[in-house]
């Protein structure tokens, strides 16, 4: 009997206990794992005839995609020191012979390259019945809508979207997505059998694109030093491949000798020669990748 009173006790002593407990204990608070910064990625892709070089910058990074001009012809790796940039991507086209651009640079709201402003290009007749479609070309640009930045595609023409106001923009084309605009652009004239960037054929090519959540992809196609007579891409491959990194949204750069690409003190160069040796040629402008 003594026995089964103790017990008694010991029940009610830890029914109290436990009732005190979850009266005045403070709840607890779940924690939440921090998701991790959006930073940039490097990747490569082979294929067929190539070796695509891809940086992925996420939307709401804290990187900028911004243009740049050198005053002379500069390597990416020049500018990739002058700037301190993470990447650097060869952009618009320019003219080896004078250097003077043949595409618009606008940076920081100011125009910092006119092709207009280049003798060579103006005064071809070859090209005269072409230049109202040189004008108008592709532009990368970079938009300010109230404090966010926002990345586009569009013709040099067209006007920002309201309540945005043009910050960046570096001219090039033809557009790749969502359609392929060699003829709108003045770069192919069938009925006078003008290709002038060899659309079909493989080379070395140079892209940037903008997916659905406004990331950007930079691309430089590498010819493969085995066969580097028949390989690299073709503008409609490269096209698709833009499509497949996940672009809604892109647009052809500068390519063939100039295709080069910079990212965390490596450098990518797309053409080779005969021997399968990079060729490595100082370009103009390129898209520059800094931290804000």
């Known amino acids: 009997m003594r026995k089964i009173k103790l017990l008694a006790l010991i029940l009610i002593s830890l029914t109290m206990v436990l009732w005190f407990n979850l009266r005045f204990s403070t709840p607890s608070i779940p924690t939440i794992a921090a998701s991790p910064p959006k ?111 926002r990345y586009s595609i569009a013709l040099h023409s067209q006007s920002p979207p309201a309540g945005c106001q043009l910050v960046d923009a570096i001219g090039a084309g033809p557009r790749l997505l969502p359609e392929l605009t060699l003829e709108k652009e003045g770069f192919v004239d069938n009925g006078n059998k003008r290709d002038a960037l060899g659309s079909n054929q493989p080379n070395a090519r140079t892209a940037v694109g903008i997916s659905r959540d406004g990331s950007v992809i930079l691309v430089m196609v590498a010819q493969k030093p085995s066969a580097s007579a028949n390989s690299g891409i073709s503008l409609p491959a490269l096209a698709d491949l833009m499509k497949t990194l996940g672009a ?12 080069s690409l910079y990212y965390n003190g490596k450098t990518f160069y797309g053409k080779v020669d005969l021997e399968g040796n990079s060729i490595k040629r100082p370009v103009k402008s390129v898209l520059l990748v800094q931290e804000k």
Request: aromatic fraction near 8%; charge should be positive; glycine fraction near 4%.
């Open 39 to 149: 930073t940039i990625r490097y990747f490569d892709r082979t294929l067929p005839q190539s070796i695509a070089h891809i940086v992925l910058i996420p939307v709401n990074s804290k990187f900028l995609v911004t243009p740049a001009l050198s005053q002379k012809v500069a390597t990416v790796e020049e500018f990739a020191q002058k700037h301190q940039a993470v990447a650097i991507l060869n952009a618009g086209f320019f003219d080896p012979a004078n250097q003077k651009t043949t595409s618009y640079v606008v940076r920081q709201g100011k125009l910092i390259a006119d092709p207009k402003e280049n003798e060579r290009l103006v005064n071809n007749p070859n090209l005269k019945s072409y230049l109202g479609q040189i004008f108008n070309r592709t532009e990368f640009r970079r938009y300010l809508c109230g404090q966010t930045s």
């Open 248 to 259: 809604e949204q892109a647009m052809n750069l500068d390519g063939g000798s100039s295709s």
